[in-house]
């Protein structure tokens, strides 16, 4: 009885620790794909200035990125792992694009130091979900409404164009990512030995937990950055 369940504990951390290295494998893939792309798109002058001042043509690439969010989320049980992770990849590309546009704005240590920055706290709420013993599922749900109100509150600011509600959105926006990250950690791990190794299941499983780590750190990044960027 005691070797079988020290045969069970070992396939279950095999299972976690694939599980795991396909999730952090796909969000740092992610992360590199998005950050190349804005880096090679930001060295090209005219390019960077035609995204950064063609209203339609920025807001079809949110609409298209918001698109393929929804779609891999809510559709991800009847695409096939091929279809999701080109999905998922095309995303980080779009990103990139658009992310090129902060490359005017602000300097270019500022960018990196924040980027460093954002890396370090990630790191930091993402072991903590990990290892607590504490259900962080109140925690979850009470960041995720948060968010669809400083989602509320920024589309409302672009036409009021407070500064004071600038300010408030940027740190209620910097706690409400801090606390999913430490969530969805948590959540990841409690998936990691739902799927057999190497089935459809998991490769999809893990796409979806990449996917949001990543919306996690990139929306956590963009929060520090307003408070840590120097404008050119």
Known sequence: MLYQN?????????????????VYGWMSFALAVTGLVSLYVASNPALVSKIATGKFLLLGL????????IAITSMINRLSFFAAST???VYSVLNGVTFSTIFLVYTMSSIASTFFATAATFAVMSCYGWYTKKDLTTIGNICFMALIGIIIASLVNMFLKSSGLYWIITYAG?????????YDTQKIKAMAGNFAINS?????????????????????????LRIFGQKK
């Not at 949110?62 to 969010?69: D, N, S, T």
């Not at 910097?174 to 430490?182: E, K, S, W």
């Open 87 to 89: 999905m998922f990849v």
């Open 6 to 22: 020290s045969m069970d504990m070992s396939e279950v951390r095999v299972k976690e620790q694939n599980f795991i290295a396909r």
């Open 174 to 182: 910097i706690l409400i990512f801090v606390g999913l990250i430490a």
């Open 62 to 69: 949110i609409i298209a990125e918001l698109g393929l969010v």
């Open 200 to 224: 459809e299941e998991e490769k999809k499983g893990a796409l979806l937990g990449a996917l949001a780590l990543y919306l996690d750190f990139i929306n956590l990044f963009l929060m520090l």
